[in-house]
C-alpha cells in the first residue's frame, strides 16, 4: 500500500526539540519534493518546509526559518523534520506530503500540489 507514515510527536516544553519522521511505504520517496505541513486547533494548514527530490534543495517557512532543519536518509526511504527551539506557537498536528509529480522540487510549499498525505501526528508545547 502506497503510504506516508509519521511519528515522533509528542509533548515538550518550551526551548525543547523534537524530531519527526516521514516514512513512505510502496514508492521511492526521493523520486518527489516530501513537504511538511501543520494544522493549529481554529486554523487553516501551514506549510513549513519541504525537501526538493534528487539535489535534496530545501525551502523553510519563516515561521520555522532557522528552529527547523528537514533531511532525508534514502537508505530508510524517511524525511525528518528536526524541531529545535519549540515555542508554544508551534502546537499543531504535523502532516507529510508527497508532491505530485516525479522529480518535482520546491521552492516554496504549496498544499495544492501535494496528493498523497500522512495521518499527521500531534506536537503540543507546554509547560
Known amino acids: 500500500q502506497v503510504q506516508l507514515v509519521e511519528s515522533g510527536g509528542g509533548l515538550v516544553q518550551p526551548g525543547g526539540s523534537l524530531r519527526l519522521s516521514c516514512a513512505a511505504s510502496?514508492?521511492?520517496?526521493?523520486?518527489?519534493?516530501i513537504g511538511w505541513f501543520r494544522q493549529a486547533p481554529g486554523k487553516e494548514r501551514e506549510g513549513v518546509s519541504c525537501?526538493?527530490?534528487?539535489?535534496?534543495?530545501?525551502y523553510y517557512g519563516d515561521s520555522v526559518k532557522g528552529r527547523f532543519t528537514i533531511s532525508k536518509d534514502n537508505a530508510k526511504n524517511t524525511v525528518y523534520l528536526q524541531m529545535n527551539s519549540l515555542k508554544p506557537e508551534d502546537t499543531a498536528v504535523y502532516y507529510c506530503?508527497?508532491?505530485?509529480?516525479?522529480?518535482?522540487?520546491?521552492?516554496?510549499?504549496?498544499?495544492?500540489?501535494?496528493?498523497?498525505w500522512g495521518q499527521g501526528t500531534q506536537v503540543t508545547v507546554s509547560s
Open positions: 510502496e514508492f521511492t520517496l526521493d523520486y518527489y519534493a
Open positions: 525537501i526538493s527530490s534528487s539535489d535534496g534543495g530545501t
Open positions: 506530503a508527497a508532491h505530485r509529480q516525479y522529480e518535482s522540487t520546491c521552492s516554496s510549499v504549496i498544499e495544492e500540489e501535494y496528493d498523497l
